[in-house]
């Protein structure tokens, strides 16, 4: 059974070019989380989404900031107009029933 | 809102020792408490978690502790080995139904050859 997927695992974007972040769950889970660490820093939760919804999305930026899981393929983060803040790893993690998580690789995003 | 405080945020022992990290949290329906483990670079391993309903787990060199009149939790790390070094994390479901958890801000812990 793989783990988590992401990808990419880099990414360098220039300030206001958009970025897309893919998250595979693991086989048989239906719950995926999207989460955010800055440098030396913990785990900010961002978005909770199952199937074609969004759970919660309270950690979410209001702006510029989206999130998809669709019936078929990887769930999405998407960031548009990147600003230089943006820059930190994006984990996502799955779990099968909304209990246990399990993180993927990470994708570290650059921008400059 | 809900929170969950860590302590210490840094912790160095001497390779045999124990370690001991402390979490606290403020909602009273969480249910679930898991801890993470991160490796410079790498990503939050779940290395062990508890449930509401018992007081204690031990998964060899590893235990937690869960008290919650006092609304804590405790990660003990026994005979510490180099390659315990990391963040480790812990977490709290919000609510009742364990969806959702908030994680702590870590703890980096050392050890000592």
């Known amino acids: 059974n793989a783990g988590v997927m992401q990808n990419p695992r880099h990414l360098v974007r220039r300030r206001g070019q958009e970025a897309r972040l893919r998250c595979s769950p693991m086989?048989?889970?239906?719950?995926v989380y999207w989460y955010r660490q800055l440098p030396e820093e913990g785990l900010k939760f961002m978005v909770y989404?199952?199937?074609?919804?969004?759970?919660?999305e309270s950690g979410m930026p209001k702006e510029r900031f989206s999130a998809e899981f669709p019936k078929e393929g990887p769930s999405i983060l998407r960031i548009q107009q990147v600003v230089r803040g943006d820059s930190a790893a994006y984990f996502c993690?799955?779990?099968?029933?909304?209990?246990?998580?399990?993180f993927g690789p990470g994708t570290r995003l650059t921008v400059t | 809102g809900e929170n969950v405080e860590q302590h210490p945020s840094t912790l160095s022992v001497q390779e045999g020792d124990s370690a001991v990290i402390k979490c606290t949290y403020s909602d009273s329906a969480s249910n679930y408490f898991p801890w993470y483990k991160q490796e410079l670079g790498k990503r939050p391993q779940l290395i062990i978690d508890?449930?509401?309903?018992?007081g204690e787990k031990k998964d060899q060199r590893i235990a937690v502790t869960l008290n919650k009149t006092a609304k804590h939790f405790s990660l003990h790390i026994t005979e510490t080995q180099p390659e315990d070094s990391a963040v480790y994390f812990c977490a709290a479901s919000i609510g009742s139904s364990a969806s959702k958890i908030i994680f702590g801000s870590g703890t980096r812990l050392s050890i000592r050859p």
């Open positions: 989404l199952q199937k074609e919804n969004i759970i919660d």
């Open positions: 508890i449930r509401s309903n018992v």
């Open positions: 086989k048989g889970h239906s719950h």
């Open positions: 993690a799955s779990s099968p029933q909304g209990n246990e998580q399990y």
